[in-house]
């Protein structure tokens, strides 16, 4: 196998060496010639999936700011990934405002009636209600 985000993935869900699973994201990060959104976009959830969610916020935000792919639904699907990323770090008004983004996004591309929107609209409302509430 040559993708070490899948190797990583791999080693961390199958074989439950999250020791491995780190190198391989690391290696992957290190041999990044070229930063792209899909690039940044897996490595922040690699590094969600090992715990390291501080890790993960520069490399989740550049994602969306090098995101040229045309699509509101993949960007808003990017914004909902770092609001609730930020949400669990509690930086809440961050999240709350790329939650609204998020959910403003994947809104314009599909259908109104769309069940997964229903979903990105629910988790924006519970994200949003957060920093409404927050100490």
């Given at each position: 196998m040559s993708d070490p985000l899948i190797e990583a993935r791999i080693a961390f869900e199958r074989d439950h060496d999250a020791s491995r699973a780190r190198e391989l994201v690391d290696r992957a990060i290190a041999a990044m010639t070229e930063r792209t959104a899909e690039q940044c976009g897996r490595i922040a959830a690699r590094l969600v999936m090992l715990g390291d969610r501080e890790r993960a916020l520069p490399f989740a935000r550049e994602a969306?700011?090098?995101?040229a792919s045309g699509s509101t639904i993949v960007l808003g699907t990017r914004h909902m990934f770092y609001a609730k990323l930020l949400h669990e770090l509690h930086r809440w008004r961050e999240a709350a405002h790329h939650a609204s983004e998020g959910a403003r996004l994947y809104a314009l591309g599909c259908a109104a009636d769309d069940r997964e929107l229903a979903f990105v609209r629910a988790d924006a409302?519970?994200?949003?209600?957060?920093?409404?509430?927050?100490p």
């Open positions: 969306i700011e090098l995101d409302a519970r994200i949003i209600a957060s920093y409404s509430t927050e």
